[in-house]
């Protein structure tokens, strides 16, 4: 019987595998696709290696455009998974396989010790560049959704993201940087990552963001003399009204597995200021070109009613606080007459934090260096900007996987 049973996935498989590659492949051959042709002939070994990853990565690009009911491909793989057990859904990106750990919790990995030294030398310079313009630059390092004694991770499973951050925040406090490292808080507060992670998603959720928010506001109060408005009202959670949507969202984690592997569904918290507020949040792409402004309320520039309201689980529910975020952003409190401005380098754990700040800041300006002309003209853009402070806001994993954003 265990032999039959065996037997027969590995048959069910295989079916499987070949209908969704057949059907792909009548897609593909119905589609008006441009044949594109790649001269070998005379190229030199290492020319050809070059060319032959461009076809590889052209055929990549047909394949995940024209694959066969990909969403249903997805979530059948997924269940099939989930019937057999397995606590891993792989995928070619080892950055991007999914782990299932203690509370049916997904998780990303980072599987080797590695800080990136290179970033650290390259945000210590750019300190050293601030230094002679006399702007204060610190470094807020999120929290980690694995802390280090936490998940039942499949055995053989390493995962070095606490140890890595660890190490992150003391090279760069070696270097002269002040770091806040909200791991640390995390531990301290006895905070769980159960209830302050989405379970299907990378993000904390937005009242983690918040206890960031409290932490960051906090930190610049004790360690900075400068002018904000730090009114105590708005760190208080009495000052803010709570919307819940229960079971209303599978994130990024979650459309990797698909919604058959899920176990439950992410609530989602939009939290609100309940005193009055007015805002401008305006947005540009790379080149600074302006493509939307809002001004109103707290809730009328910021959340993404569209999104909020959708009936798709897949809709990334994270983004109703000030979307995905653009290369370059500037919100403004028109409520503040205190004119300081900060400037945040940010991956997309700066929103919803952003937000909250723009409680007490007169004018936030964000850059988001993932963008290579960002990068290329960061210096400039600091000078023209002419920021009080400049901090960076982002997960630690960031420095690990994205290193152009650090190559500046």
């Known amino acids: 019987m265990k032999y039959v049973e065996k037997y027969g996935l590995f048959v069910f498989f295989i079916i499987f595998l070949l209908y969704f590659g057949v059907m792909t492949k009548i897609n593909i051959a119905k589609s008006d696709i441009p044949t594109k042709t790649y001269e070998m002939k005379g190229k030199g070994i290492f020319e050809k290696d070059a060319i032959l990853k ?4 052209a055929n990549d690009d047909i394949y995940n455009s024209y694959f066969f009911q990909k969403i249903g491909f997805i979530e059948n793989y997924g269940l099939l998974q989930k019937v057999l057990g397995k606590e891993i859904v792989d995928d070619k990106l080892n950055y991007r396989r999914v782990y299932k750990g203690a509370n049916d919790t997904l998780y990303y990995t980072v599987p080797v010790k590695n800080i990136n030294e290179k970033a650290v030398e390259n945000i210590s310079n750019l300190k050293q560049k601030l230094d002679l313009q006399q702007i204060p630059m610190f470094f807020v390092l999120a929290p980690n959704k694995h802390t280090i004694n936490s998940a039942n991770f499949p055995q053989g499973v390493l995962d070095y993201n606490t140890t890595n951050l660890d190490d992150l925040s003391k090279r760069l406090t070696e270097k002269g940087i002040d770091v806040l490292d909200l791991n640390q808080e995390f531990f ?7 209830t302050s992670f989405y379970k299907t998603d990378t993000h904390w959720k937005n009242e983690t963001a918040f206890w960031g928010y409290q932490k960051l506001v906090s930190h610049l109060a004790n360690e900075y003399v400068y ?20 079971e209303t969202y599978i994130g990024s984690m979650g459309k990797r597995t698909g919604k058959k592997y899920v176990a439950k569904k992410d609530d989602y918290e939009l939290i609100l200021p309940t005193f009055d507020t007015n805002r401008t949040y305006k947005k540009y792409n790379d080149v600074l070109t302006e493509i939307s402004t809002k001004s109103g309320s707290f809730e009328d520039v910021f959340v993404n009613k569209a999104v909020l309201d959708s009936k798709d689980p897949y809709e990334d529910k994270y983004t109703t606080m000030m979307g995905y975020g653009t290369p370059y952003e500037v919100i403004i409190n028109n409520q503040i007459k205190q004119d300081t401005k900060l400037l945040i380098i940010k991956d997309s754990f700066a929103m919803p934090l952003s937000a909250y700040l723009s409680n007490n800041i007169k004018t936030i300006c964000l850059l988001d260096t993932r963008y290579e002309n960002i990068r290329k003209n960061l210096n400039r853009m600091i000078t023209n900007i002419k920021p009080d402070y400049v901090l960076f806001v982002c997960s630690p994993s960031s420095v690990f996987y994205f290193p152009e954003m650090f190559d500046f």
């Open 54 to 57: 461009q076809k590889i990565a």
């Open 188 to 194: 301290k507060d006895k905070k769980d990552e159960n």
């Open 227 to 246: 002018n904000f408005n730090n009114d105590a009202k708005f760190t208080s959670p009495t000052s803010y009204t709570t919307m819940k949507y229960n």
